[in-house]
């Protein structure tokens, strides 16, 4: 349970961090959003909870497939925003196509062989 609290504390402190930043210097906030850093996180913690390369293999693979679909959500919410819908109908809408394109990279995905 103390692994877990560690890792939450980390991760909110890493979300606050950017949302401070970002209050700041929008481009630097994005940027430090932009780092894979919680991708990199769980990988720490999936490697010391399991050691097992092929899980972990796994993992970095899916995560890959996965960053690719959820792209889109971060040109379609600024245009949302611009156009003069508000932030949660932009969110919404954002997610929304986040999750048609996750379906749709699993069903593309596993015709080329890639299980996710």
Same mark, same amino acid.
């Given at each position: ?25 929008p ?11 919680? +991708?990199?996180?769980g ?7 399991? $050691?097992?390369? %092929?899980? =972990? !293999?796994?993992?970095?693979e &899916? ?14 919410m ?5 156009s003069?819908? +508000? ?8 997610i929304?196509? $986040?999750?048609? %394109?996750? =379906? !749709?990279?699993?069903?593309? &995905? ?5 299980r996710?």
């Open positions: 349970m103390t692994a877990f609290a560690i890792r939450a504390i980390l991760s909110g402190i890493i979300i606050a961090l950017i949302a401070v930043i970002g209050r700041k210097a481009a630097a906030g994005a940027l430090i959003a932009s780092l894979p850093l919680i +991708s990199v996180f990988m720490i913690w999936l490697w010391r909870d399991t $050691t097992d390369p %092929l899980l =972990l !293999a796994s993992h970095s &899916a995560t890959f497939w996965y960053v690719l679909p959820s792209l889109p959500m971060f040109l379609l600024p245009w949302l925003l611009r003069g819908h +508000s932030f949660w109908f932009a969110l919404a809408s954002g929304a196509l $986040t999750l048609m %394109l996750y =379906l !749709a990279t699993i069903v593309i &995905a596993a015709r080329f062989g890639v996710l």
